[in-house]
């Protein structure tokens, strides 16, 4: 491991660690799994012993042995273990930037060859295919011709004042692509001018901050930022919130960008969308990277309460609290019973408030919750937000 891998900054917030344990207490991954070695505290302090022991003067100082191979991958593997949920950065009473932190160290774990080996699978795929499941990336589009009705263009114009950035799991998952289809299907009845990238998207790079190989973003970026370009686009839409966040904090400022729950409550409030009346109780789960991550709560609720004849409850843990649905941090790769334990641990918070349906404005939380009640035949409807809008459409006559 290379110390070269954190800034200064990161060295000396570590250092103002408590002790306090209060990230232990919250973290999905340690409660889980009942392991608290998975918390961010047990994580930190065991960065420093080694940090310290890989330095000359700071090992003499402290008197430490080098560790050996055996614990640097225990402690590795704990590392992955981690669905990068941000919780504890958000509740950390001396501010450390523990997310940031974790990146880090996956960043380290990468360039020591001490990372579990499943994360090749992530470098590979981004190479050859341009996405993160292998597929074939002129198929990337394909979701449209599950439409009712596909227009000659096939949402593949040359130009486009708006360009909707699909994202991996919803062009590839079957369960996840009736959310680019409810979202399309909006916009069009908004008279929205958009365009889909199709075979000229590729994945927007975000499994490579998890996967600690950022070393290959830039050309990944440069690639997705001229694709835009040429549509003459000045604003790029995601429904998938680890999309936005990406553009948001690693791409350059040359375009306007969105989150779909952010540009639906836009169309809303000047009623652009026609809807009816949808008599149902939900809840809103709020996705990691769109909440903690990307600091919006508001614009998902009030679309939802936009619509007439909704009820919703709220989470007893919602917005800066929300608890992970465990699809985050590539732990699904990684550990994908952990996964699953930290989706039941949702699923039952949901259960508790008694509504029907919970709603979300995420692919792949969708994708984890559906894939867990599916398994264990738990009747409880998941919805992204785009989809709830979409069924309280009004209907031609
Ligand atoms: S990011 Fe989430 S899962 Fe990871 S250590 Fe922090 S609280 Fe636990
Ligand atoms: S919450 Fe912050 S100060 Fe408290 S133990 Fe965790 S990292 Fe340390």
Redesign the pocket.
């Known amino acids: 491991m290379s110390n070269q891998d954190y800034r200064v900054r990161q060295l000396i917030e570590m250092e103002a660690c408590t002790n306090c344990q209060i990230?232990a207490e919250?973290?999905?991954?340690?409660s889980a799994s009942r392991q608290g070695n998975?918390?961010?505290v047990y994580?930190m302090k065991g960065l420093k012993q080694i940090l310290r022991s890989r330095t000359g003067l700071l090992r003499r100082f402290f008197g430490k042995k080098k560790p050996g191979d055996d614990e640097l991958n225990a402690f590795g593997n704990t590392v992955f273990r981690?669905?990068?949920?941000?919780?504890?950065?958000e509740i950390c009473p001396v501010g450390i930037r523990?997310?940031e932190l974790?990146f880090a160290i996956r960043q380290d774990l990468v360039h020591s060859d001490l990372y579990p080996k499943k994360i090749d699978m992530i470098r590979e795929n981004l190479q050859e295919s341009h996405n993160v499941f292998a597929e074939d990336n002129q198929e990337r589009a394909e979701w449209v011709e599950d439409m009712r009705k596909v227009p000659d263009h096939g949402y593949l114009k040359d130009r486009a004042e708006v360009v909707y950035f699909t994202g991996c799991v919803a062009a590839y998952f079957p369960l996840a692509q009736k959310i680019p289809i409810a979202l399309a299907e909006i916009l069009d009845l908004s008279g929205v001018n958009f365009t889909l990238l199709g075979a000229e998207e590729w994945c927007c790079g975000f499994p490579l901050l998890g996967a600690g190989l950022m070393d290959m973003f830039q050309e990944i970026m440069a690639h997705n930022i001229e694709v835009v370009r040429k549509k003459g686009a000045r604003k790029v839409i995601f429904a998938c919130p680890s999309c936005y966040q990406m553009w948001r904090e690693h791409y350059p400022r040359e375009f306007e960008i969105a989150h779909a729950s952010q540009f639906l409550m836009g169309l809303m409030k000047s009623n652009r969308i026609p809807l009816q009346e949808l008599p149902m109780t939900v809840t809103y789960h709020d996705p990691?990277d769109l909440g903690r991550g990307s600091r919006i709560f508001d614009a998902p609720r009030q679309a939802i309460q936009s619509i007439p004849g909704i009820k919703l409850v709220e989470l007893a843990r919602n917005r800066e609290n929300s608890q992970?649905c465990g699809g985050g941090?590539n732990l699904e790769m990684i550990d994908a019973k952990l996964s699953a334990e930290i989706a039941k641990q949702k699923i039952e918070e949901v259960m508790r408030t008694g509504a029907e349906a919970v709603v979300t404005s995420c692919q792949q939380c969708v994708r984890t919750m559906i894939t867990y009640v599916k398994r264990n035949r738990i009747s409880l409807e998941i919805l992204d937000i785009t989809q709830l809008i979409h069924r309280a459409l009004k209907k031609e006559d």
């Open positions: 990230c919250i973290c999905p991954a340690a998975l918390s961010a994580r981690c669905t990068l949920c941000g919780h504890c950065q523990l997310k974790w990691c992970c941090g």
